[in-house]
């Protein structure tokens, strides 16, 4: 009986070997597939957990010193660009903008009076060159006259002499000389007078207009001035410079608050982006462009979608506070981290449930 049962034992001991192999044998080719799949997937996936979401965040700060008497948003409300958020007690800013407009209709009204002035300069100004035109017109008929008169007295003299005239006639010729070379010589001088008189009111005129040019001067310091108060008076609304959502609000109504102080900030979350710190030895494969897969802590199982926009032109520890310096002797080699950009395609996230900060793992898929 025993030895009928020892040799039932072998042959089963011999399926069991043979059934053993035949797993081992599959497990191992199981295991071998799934290496090169492995290995392929991580030939052509590309992934790193130091990653986050950034964005772009503008920060809201008031540009003049004030009270605020009015706040038109709440924390995390979403706005639109163009949207009033605060307002700063505009009453002082007000008053010198009123300052300001008196002092520029002053400064024109002085202006519309030098204005006058040069017109009424420039019609008496006409109204001389006419008086010099007549006086040298006078003078020429004048002159005309005393040359007649001295050939008249010339002739006179001879026929006198000849005893052809009396001598009445002939001093009466005289004095008609005399008279015409009198009234010659006055009417020179109403012509000096007049071209005196002339050149007189053109510096009158020359005067006036540095004037006026002096007057449009102040005119102009005065409207900047007022376009500066009225700048400032604009200053009083603060508008959402971005669509997005109000974060880090730090000012309440009655606060008093100084210029650039940061009051508040808006951030846009249509144009996030993923922060990708690759080891150097990874951005062998990694181009702009290529797609890119994005998971992201908070919202486990979900995928959202991206691709490659521009790798940083130099390492993280580059641009840090305190750079390497490996000429010192200390020199340790550490694999670098290279920062990444990486941009959502548009409709991967509609909701925009996704916030800065967030920790992401993107793969990039290498085609």
Same mark, same amino acid.
Request: net charge positive; hydrophobic share 40%.
């Given at each position: 009986?025993?030895?009928?049962?020892?040799?039932?034992?072998?042959?089963?001991?011999?399926?069991?070997?043979?059934?053993?192999?035949?797993?081992?044998?599959?497990?191992?080719?199981?295991?071998?597939?799934?290496?090169?799949?492995?290995?392929?997937?991580?030939?052509?996936?590309?992934?790193?957990?130091?990653?986050?979401?950034?964005?772009?965040?503008?920060?809201?700060?008031?540009?003049?010193?004030?009270?605020?008497?009015?706040?038109?948003?709440?924390?995390?409300?979403?706005?639109?660009?163009?949207?009033?958020?605060?307002?700063?007690?505009?009453?002082?800013?007000?008053?010198? @903008?009123?300052? &300001?407009?008196?002092?520029?209709? =002053?400064? /024109? $009204?002085?202006?519309?009076? #030098?204005? +006058?002035?040069?017109?009424?300069?420039?019609?008496?100004?006409?109204?001389?060159?006419?008086?010099?035109?007549?006086?040298?017109?006078?003078?020429?008929?004048?002159?005309?006259?005393?040359?007649?008169?001295?050939?008249?007295?010339?002739?006179?003299?001879?026929?006198?002499?000849?005893?052809?005239?009396?001598?009445?006639?002939?001093?009466?010729?005289?004095?008609?000389?005399?008279?015409?070379?009198?009234?010659?010589?006055?009417?020179?001088?109403? @012509?000096?007078? &007049?071209?005196?008189?002339?050149? =007189?009111? /053109? $510096?009158?005129?020359?005067? #006036?207009? +540095?004037?006026?040019?002096?007057?449009?001067?102040?005119?102009?310091?005065?409207?900047?001035?007022?376009?500066?108060?009225?700048?400032?008076?604009?200053?009083?609304?603060?508008?959402?410079?971005?669509?997005?959502?109000?974060?880090?609000?730090?000012?309440?109504?009655?606060?008093?608050?100084?210029?650039?102080?940061?009051?508040?900030?808006?951030?846009?979350?249509?144009?996030?982006?993923?922060?990708?710190?690759?080891?150097?030895?990874?951005?062998?494969?990694?181009?702009?462009?290529?797609?890119?897969?994005?998971?992201?802590?908070?919202?486990?199982?979900?995928?959202?979608?991206?691709?490659?926009?521009?790798?940083?032109?130099?390492?993280?520890?580059?641009?840090?506070?305190?750079?390497?310096?490996?000429?010192?002797?200390?020199?340790?080699?550490?694999?670098?981290?290279?920062?990444?950009?990486?941009?959502?395609?548009?409709?991967?996230?509609?909701?925009?449930?996704?916030?800065?900060?967030?920790?992401?793992?993107?793969?990039?898929?290498?085609?």
């Amino acid at each position: 009986m025993e030895e009928t049962k020892t040799e039932e034992t072998k042959p089963n001991n011999n399926n069991k070997k043979r059934l053993g192999a035949v797993v081992l044998i599959v497990l191992v080719i199981i295991g071998a597939v799934a290496i090169f799949f492995y290995m392929r997937y991580k030939a052509t996936h590309i992934s790193t957990d130091d990653a986050y979401i950034d964005g772009y965040i503008h920060t809201i700060a008031s540009r003049i010193s004030g009270t605020v008497i009015n706040i038109y948003i709440k924390d995390n409300q979403a706005v639109k660009k163009g949207d009033l958020l605060a307002e700063i007690d505009p009453m002082d800013y007000k008053v010198k @903008v009123n300052e &300001a407009s008196s002092s520029v209709d =002053t400064e /024109k $009204s002085k202006l519309t009076e #030098v204005d +006058a002035r040069i017109d009424v300069s420039k019609d008496q100004l006409s109204e001389l060159k006419a008086g010099l035109e007549a006086a040298r017109a006078n003078y020429e008929l004048q002159e005309a006259n005393l040359k007649q008169a001295e050939r008249d007295s010339v002739r006179a003299e001879n026929l006198y002499k000849a005893e052809t005239i009396s001598k009445d006639r002939f001093e009466k010729t005289l004095t008609a000389a005399s008279v015409a070379q009198a009234q010659a010589k006055a009417a020179r001088e109403q @012509v000096k007078k &007049a071209e005196k008189a002339l050149e =007189t009111q /053109k $510096s009158v005129i020359r005067q #006036v207009a +540095a004037l006026k040019s002096s007057q449009v001067s102040v005119v102009r310091e005065k409207e900047a001035k007022l376009d500066a108060a009225e700048l400032y008076y604009g200053y009083t609304k603060i508008y959402a410079p971005a669509d997005g959502y109000i974060s880090k609000r730090s000012v309440e109504i009655g606060n008093q608050i100084q210029a650039g102080q940061p009051l508040m900030a808006v951030v846009p979350l249509d144009n996030i982006y993923v922060a990708a710190n690759y080891k150097e030895t990874q951005l062998g494969k990694i181009k702009p462009g290529q797609k890119v897969k994005i998971k992201v802590d908070t919202y486990s199982g979900k995928v959202f979608k991206g691709k490659v926009d521009s790798i940083m032109a130099g390492t993280g520890s580059v641009f840090s506070l305190f750079p390497p310096e490996n000429a010192t002797g200390n020199y340790v080699k550490v694999v670098q981290r290279v920062p990444v950009k990486i941009v959502f395609d548009k409709d991967t996230d509609p909701g925009h449930i996704l916030r800065i900060g967030m920790s992401v793992v993107p793969t990039v898929v290498i085609e």
